[in-house]
């Protein structure tokens, strides 16, 4: 699961000049042809460095998102609902994994890229940095997080880069899944006991501003983000992930009887467009620049993980063994 | 002071505050070498490649493939592992050339080994199992696989591995998989919320 507000580099003026314009050329005219770049294949350094950056995210969210929802594991109602619960959140995890292989035939291997998650360098979909206090918490998350998510996943699985496709070809099929789940532990709470009403209205209260943070600000045209949408990295602008998100889902909470909290939330039916109060995007700087309410224990969890490990990994490694990228 | 969590597994990990960040680097191979996977859901069906897999030997490259590839859907009929590092992957070609058009077919016709030839019909898209050839090197291999899998369909991409790199599933052994079909709470079909709301609607429908 993985929203967008991706962070991407800011672009040097001399960035494409650098580059081979015979060779630039050519790639341009295989993406406008509609085929996929492959990984042996010739890229722009821009063009290699934002899908790195992009997928790495991507996959960082992946694992970084097991956690909230692995809380609740143990703690489901009865053995179906946690049975279900494991399997998505192996699922997701599943999914980092295929995602950091896309990312590797790039040239920046998955260790890297873990320190760089340990370390605060690379970030991740920042809707993670808030706890699931309840298990309704987790129900939002299966059904509505990861709903946002497969918008802008499936917008990414038209992009141009053969890896990245291929792993999300995957994860969009598995993530159906996790949608329907989260909707059926959703209705059940929401035409439940007048507790579980609450409890799910609570949850829906709780996770809306974030949840509207997830697609990111929208984005200034820019000639980077041109450049981005050009070379198909970039697949929509974040307005437009948001508006289809609104569109799908909206009817689908509020005939469940939930109530958004958003009094200006509506559907303008001359422009087609949703409006909505801007959430407060001075949270989701602090947030994404680590001062949310989970930052550190998401990190500390990841680190712990690795250090703890790391004797079963030693154990297990072979002195004459040479690393290769993933091929494709 | 160790880190409060409102998770009680975290909770229990006792994690200090100040616990030593250096150690984190990971070395070189940290993660292992890598392997590429391939799989046959059904009978009759094309063995694709599906992706890679992390591991430290053949055995656990088999196992994490198992979970990472074949845990959903309802079959799996074959899974082959190959260490990354022994496939030869040929140039790639685009724009409906083949990239066997530069393949120059003189054969040796020595015969020594069995490899194993992979196609890419599209960019983007998985490489498939084509067949067996008998001959010398890869080189050889990639001649001997024009002539006896000619293609109406351009060929963006081969790869070759000798038979004997290839570690592929027993026959015996397919029951791993039996279990796939009790597996329904992995399944979207498995979740029908469409009459709960329906009944909700009318619970709350004014008369």
């Known amino acids: 699961m993985y929203g967008g507000g991706n962070v991407f580099e800011s672009m040097k003026a001399t960035a494409l000049a650098d580059e081979d314009p015979i060779k630039l050329a050519e790639f341009e005219a295989r993406i406008d042809r509609g085929e996929k770049i492959e990984p042996k294949d010739w890229m722009p350094q821009l063009y290699r460095k934002q899908l790195i950056r992009m997928i790495e995210q991507h996959a960082h969210s992946e694992i970084i998102g097991a956690l909230p929802e692995g809380t609740w594991i143990t703690r489901a109602p009865g053995f179906k609902r946690k049975m279900a619960l494991m399997a998505k959140v192996q699922d997701e995890v599943g999914h980092g994994q295929l995602l950091y292989s896309a990312a590797e035939t790039l040239g920046k291997s998955r260790e890297q890229m873990l320190d760089d998650l340990v370390s605060g360098k690379s970030k991740y979909s920042n809707i ?165 309410p989970c930052n550190e224990e998401r990190l500390a969890v990841r680190r712990i993980a690795e250090e703890r490990g790391r004797w079963v990994r030693k154990a297990l490694l072979a002195p004459d063994a040479k690393y290769v990228a993933p091929l494709a | 002071m160790s880190l409060k969590s409102l998770d009680p597994r975290v909770g229990r990990l006792h994690i200090s505050e100040q616990e030593d960040n250096d150690k984190t680097q990971k070395g070189a191979l940290d993660q292992f070498e890598t392997y590429e996977a391939f799989v046959q859901v059904k009978e009759g069906k094309s063995l694709d490649h599906v992706g890679s897999v992390h591991a430290p030997n053949e055995e656990m490259a088999f196992l994490f493939a198992k979970e990472q590839y074949t845990r959903r859907g309802m079959y799996c009929n074959t899974l082959c592992i190959v260490k990354t590092e022994n496939i030869m992957m040929s140039e790639f070609s685009d724009n409906k050339i083949s990239v066997y058009d530069s393949v120059t077919v003189n054969p040796t016709g020595i015969i020594t080994e069995e490899f194993e030839i992979f196609h890419m019909f599209k960019r983007g898209k998985h490489h498939r199992f084509i067949g067996t050839v008998n001959a010398l090197n890869f080189e050889d291999a990639m001649a001997n696989s024009k002539v006896f899998y000619p293609s109406e369909k351009p060929v963006y991409n081969v790869w070759v591995v000798n038979a004997k790199h290839m570690l592929t599933s027993d026959d015996d052994d397919r029951d791993i998989w039996d279990t796939l079909k009790e597996k329904q709470y992995r399944e979207a079909i498995d979740y029908k919320g469409q009459d709960i709301i329906k009944a909700y609607k009318e619970k709350i429908a004014p008369d």
């Open chain 1, 128 to 292: 993670f940095n808030y706890p699931a206090f309840t298990w309704a918490d987790s129900c939002f998350i299966s059904w509505l997080v990861d709903a946002g998510a497969i918008v802008n996943q499936v917008a990414n699985s038209k992009g141009s880069y053969g890896p990245y496709c291929r792993a999300l070809e995957r994860i969009c099929a598995e993530e159906a899944f996790h949608l329907k789940y989260g909707h059926h532990c959703v209705i059940h709470l929401a035409t439940g006991t007048k507790i579980q009403q609450e409890m799910m209205q609570e949850a829906v209260t709780r996770w809306w501003p974030p949840m509207m943070h997830f697609f990111g600000p929208s984005d200034k045209i820019s000639v980077h983000s041109e450049i981005l949408m050009k070379w198909k990295v970039k697949m929509a602008s974040n307005d437009e992930c948001r508006q289809q998100f609104l569109d799908m889902y909206v009817p689908k909470i509020w005939e469940l009887g939930l109530k958004l909290p958003d009094d200006s939330l509506r559907k303008n039916t001359e422009t087609g467009q949703w409006e909505f109060t801007e959430p407060d995007w001075e949270e989701f700087k602090r947030v994404i620049n680590g001062d949310g």
